[in-house]
């Protein structure tokens, strides 16, 4: 089993929609979570980072986490053909210095017009 | 400010060659880490290093090395390449201290195809 899930899709939704990506992790020294956006032959670009459990909310995105739970959670709202790429959920634990980012499979995710 | 850059974007070398990749992190920041990205195995930690010495290491042969150099720009070698060494590696850049240390910014990446 691998120490981060994410459902890899593909997920289509219309413009305008709400979308809702999930990744669960069975480590429960992750402390920090991160959403990447990756565009087809691009490097992954932050969207979101965030420590512990609570919500972060930045412009159309808001990032949810539930350590109880190991779940956390992307959501887009008033989605955008420009939003779709693949979405990378990514953790790390805090003794393991600063990188050794953990990942999901990605969410390919297409905004249809 | 610049962004993390990678050299060079495309490679394309032969079974048994070697090959060696070039990051330069966003300037100020000290902790450089490598990833591996396959469509099958998605991204996988190689390693990072944090004021030329290295850090953490993933789970991958001793044909993958890299170094540090005092100015925080780092290469990531590769000897001996195999077709499976075939991928997306991308360099990540962070501050490596402090608050939102692991806060990590990638660059676009050198795409290396075994042939």
């Known amino acids: 089993q691998k120490e981060v899930e994410q459902d890899p899709g593909p997920l289509s939704v219309p413009e305008g929609a709400i979308v809702s990506l999930n990744c669960t992790y069975s480590?429960?020294?992750?402390?920090?979570f991160m959403w990447y956006r990756q565009y087809s032959r691009k490097g992954p670009e932050l969207l979101m980072y965030t420590y512990s459990s609570g919500n972060k909310e930045d412009g159309r995105f808001t990032a949810q986490v539930d350590k109880s739970s190991k779940y956390i959670s992307l959501f887009i709202r008033d989605s955008q053909p420009s939003d779709s790429a693949t979405y990378l959920c990514?953790?790390?634990?805090?003794?393991?210095?600063?990188?050794?980012?953990?990942f999901g499979q990605g969410t390919r995710l297409t905004i249809n017009p | 400010k610049a962004g993390v850059t990678q050299t060079p974007r495309y490679l394309i070398k032969t079974r048994g060659q070697q090959v060696t990749l070039s990051c330069s992190p966003i300037s100020g920041h000290r902790s450089v880490s490598w990833y591996q990205q396959t469509p099958g195995q998605g991204l996988q930690f190689l390693f990072e290093y944090f004021s030329e010495t290295q850090r953490n290491k993933g789970n991958f042969p001793g044909r993958f090395s890299g170094r540090q150099f005092s100015n925080s720009r780092s290469e990531m070698n590769v000897s001996t390449l195999e077709l499976g060494d075939s991928a997306l590696y991308l360099c990540?850049?962070?501050?490596?201290?402090?608050?939102?240390?692991?806060?990590?910014?990638f660059g676009q990446g050198t795409r290396l195809t075994v042939v």
């Open positions: 480590n429960s020294a992750f402390q920090y």
């Open positions: 990514a953790m790390s634990s805090s003794n393991q210095g600063a990188q050794k980012l953990v």
């Open positions: 990540a850049s962070s501050s490596g201290q402090g608050a939102g240390r692991t806060e990590a910014f």
